[in-house]
């Protein structure tokens, strides 16, 4: 999967610290967005995690700051699938001011799926190019297939 913007926002003065600086609490919670928005380009979206009885749970995160984001900055972010595996996935987001186009900090997650006993997560688009309605109809075939839904 080629990078997608997954997330456009902007950083409000009660997201500084006493420096002025977007404390590390919303850099979380602009990235969880940016999850979400990813995890449903590719078809997992929250009702097919809701109506299957799966979820996914972050087993890793890894960030490193670049440049601080201020009140007023206007941030993107960008992410990219790395792999997707039988059980896990794993992403990096790139956040970035997006009025300048420098980088602020990145994201590396792994994430693990977790759900009805014996069900596997297993996407089939192995060069990105398949992807949201696809991966879920996968899903649904695969787990009708084993009694799952």
Sequence with gaps: MESAVTYRGTVYPWHCDHVGHMNIM????????ANWNLLAKIGLTPSYLRESGRGMAAV??????KRELLAGDIVEVQSQLLEIGEKSIRFVHEMRNAETGKDRCDLRVHRRSYGPAGAEVHCLCRDGAKGGRETADIFRARDAGAGLS
Aim: no cysteine.
């Design 60 to 65: 890793q995160q890894h960030v490193t700051y």
């Design 26 to 33: 919303w850099y979380t919670g602009k990235f969880d967005e």
